[in-house]
């Protein structure tokens, strides 16, 4: 993502900016290679299109921080998670606390390699996540995840391929 100023001086942007593609049903692509940050619904409610023969993926390269509901109600099926990500915020509707994929259509969650912690607080109550994998991981289920998967009601499966 680029920005030009009154000058006409191009920069590069690593944050997506608070509400900046909020509810935009056109929405069919989301390529965040350059983003480090993705602000509070940036991408709440978006139309992410999938054809059917293979699931809308969201990949999160280079992000280390996203902010409170950034794709709550999204149309994605899958994310997956870069190991420098540590900063998730969650954020209430009607007094309901949820992580920043809650409301959506997410199915599965995977982890690249060498994960040492797993954010607090990142898939909470999403409530259509099925599937959890962690291709190798430092992080212990019962000190390192606390409530990064609090309210994910329909998950089916977890696969960790290593731990350390």
Do not use: H
């Not at 000058?7 to 944050?15: F, P």
């Not at 023969?53 to 390269?61: E, I, Y």
């Not at 990142?122 to 998967?149: G, H, R, Y």
């Amino acid at each position: 993502m680029t920005t030009t100023d009154n000058t006409g001086k191009t920069t590069l942007s690593t944050t997506i900016g608070t509400s900046a593609f909020k509810d935009n049903k056109a929405l069919k692509e989301i390529n965040l290679d350059t983003i480090k940050t993705v602000s509070q619904e940036a991408f709440r409610g978006c139309g992410v299109a999938d054809d059917g023969t293979d699931p809308a993926t969201l990949t999160l390269n280079n992000v280390n921080a996203i902010g409170s509901l950034a794709f709550y109600g999204c149309g994605f099926k899958a994310v997956q998670i870069p190991r420098q990500l540590t900063s998730v915020a969650t954020g209430k509707i009607d007094g309901v606390e949820y992580g920043p994929f809650a409301g959506g259509k997410l199915e599965t969650v995977s982890f690249g390699t060498l994960i040492n912690t797993i954010p607090d607080n990142l898939c909470m109550n999403t409530t259509s996540l099925q599937k959890i994998e962690l291709q190798s991981v430092k992080a212990k289920p019962e000190n390192d995840w606390q409530n990064a998967f609090k309210g994910c009601t329909s998950v089916e499966e977890v696969t960790i391929r290593r731990a350390f």
